[in-house]
């Protein structure tokens, strides 16, 4: 499962199992198949958003990303006669919790509400683990792994990357259904499609005008479609597009905003 494949799309739920995987083992060392039930019983619960009940791993995907860990210092390998088993190093600890907590700019709920919950539900746990993987416990790691352990840092960052993109699809609402009333105004007014595509370039440029300017577009397509996509099309994107994502928007924010 080398970083940049599967686990690129799905390294939050990787993370959590290792660190969970390490907390089951006590002083003991964990095993592929450890990691691998976890990462499959995590997926379980998010498993709305996944095809199937659980995402499929491959020993030998797992296999991958340990050796990677293994490599950068991460994690100790203690070979055994029936599978290797590996621990953690307090870097490595440190390491998957910023893999876990890292903000990628996306709205995810679910993924961001399995994040919340394991980092309010074990928190002191870990802040044991990492205690325990090393002699000393200066101020300033406990001031590093504070901030890591932060749900309300977490919840701040996703809030206001939800609040961000609410703002975006407001303005293209408001944008798509201003364009469509205004292209209807100017059919009406016998303008034809080159000159409303002409107006619309200029008072509603898509995010694309730069590659391909709406002029340009829409005089590749016969008149009555270019007609129809300045028109009714862009007063259809406004409320059959935009709008139910809108609503979910703000019903994620409501949702967020109550967890504060």
């Not at 539900?121 to 406990?142: D, H, M, N, T, W």
Request: with cysteine; glycine share 4%.
């Amino acid at each position: 499962m080398r970083r940049g494949s599967l686990v690129q799309h799905f390294e939050t739920l990787v993370a959590a199992a290792l660190i969970a995987a390490h907390a089951q083992s006590a002083r003991e060392h964990f095993r592929q198949r450890d990691v691998k039930f976890l990462i499959e019983l995590f997926s379980n619960w998010l498993e709305f958003e996944l095809e199937g009940s659980a995402l499929s791993v491959q020993t030998t995907q797992i296999a991958r990303y340990l050796d990677q860990l293994l490599t950068d210092g991460f994690l100790k390998k203690e070979t055994a006669e029936t599978a290797p088993r590996y621990r953690l190093t307090r870097p490595g600890l440190l390491e998957l919790l910023v893999r876990l907590t890292k903000p990628n700019g996306k709205i995810e709920p679910s993924a961001f509400y399995f994040r919340y919950y394991f980092l309010r539900c074990y928190k002191q746990r870990i802040v044991e683990l990492v205690q325990a993987e090393g002699a000393r416990f200066p101020p300033s790691l406990r001031v590093e792994l504070d901030a890591l352990l932060d749900e309300g840092e977490l919840l701040r960052e996703q809030l206001a990357i939800a609040e961000r993109a609410l703002l975006k699809i407001r303005s293209r609402i408001r944008d798509s259904l201003d364009g469509g009333q205004r292209a209807r105004r100017m059919f009406l007014q016998g303008a034809t499609t080159a000159d409303v595509a002409r107006d619309l370039e200029t008072h509603h440029p898509y995010e694309l005008n730069s590659q391909k300017p709406l002029s340009e577009l829409l005089g590749s397509l016969p008149p009555h479609l270019a007609r129809f996509e300045m028109e009714e099309a862009s007063l259809a994107r406004a409320e059959l597009l935009w709008r139910p994502i809108e609503q979910m928007l703000e019903a994620f924010i409501s949702s967020l905003r109550r967890l504060q």
